[in-house]
C-alpha cells in the first residue's frame, strides 16, 4: 500500500534543467526521510539528495552539489528534484524511496531505504 511514483524525466540537452516529481500515497509521508537515487548504465546505483522528514534538512551527494535541489511540500506527500546545468552524466534512471529511519539521511544511501519507486528515466545528450 506504500507506493511512490516518480514523475518528469526526459530528454533534454547539456545545460537544461528538469524537474523531478516523487508522488506518495499509503503512509504518513511527513514521518518519512526521502531520498533521490540514480543508477546509470553499468554503475551502481548511487545517492543523490536526501531531505528529512520536515523538509527542513538537506544532503546532497558532492556531483551534484551547487545544481540540484531537494524539496518536499507535505501538504501534497510530494518530494521534489530540481536539476539545473545537467550534464551527460546526470543520464541515468532516478529513482525516489522512502524510509522512517532517520539514520537513513544523514547516510543517504540506497541500502538504507526500504521503500522504492519505480524509476524515470533522464537522459542528457546533446
Known amino acids: 500500500q506504500l507506493q511512490l511514483v516518480e514523475s518528469g524525466g526526459g530528454l533534454v540537452q547539456p545545460g537544461d534543467s528538469l524537474r523531478l516529481s516523487c508522488a506518495a500515497s499509503g503512509f504518513t509521508f511527513d514521518d518519512y526521510v526521502i531520498g533521490w537515487f540514480r543508477q546509470a548504465p553499468g554503475k551502481e546505483r548511487e545517492g543523490v539528495s536526501c531531505?528529512?522528514?520536515?523538509?527542513?534538512?538537506?544532503n546532497y551527494a558532492d556531483s551534484v552539489k551547487g545544481r540540484f535541489t531537494i524539496s518536499r511540500d507535505n501538504t501534497k506527500n510530494t518530494v521534489y528534484l530540481q536539476m539545473n546545468s545537467l550534464k551527460p552524466e546526470d543520464t541515468a534512471v532516478y529513482y525516489c524511496?522512502?524510509?522512517?529511519?532517520?539514520?537513513?539521511?544523514?547516510?543517504?544511501?540506497?541500502?538504507?531505504?526500504?521503500?522504492w519507486g519505480q524509476g524515470t528515466q533522464v537522459t542528457v545528450s546533446s
Open positions: 531531505i528529512n522528514s520536515s523538509g527542513g534538512s538537506t
Open positions: 524511496a522512502a524510509d522512517r529511519r532517520t539514520l537513513v539521511f544523514s547516510l543517504c544511501v540506497p541500502r538504507g531505504f526500504d521503500y
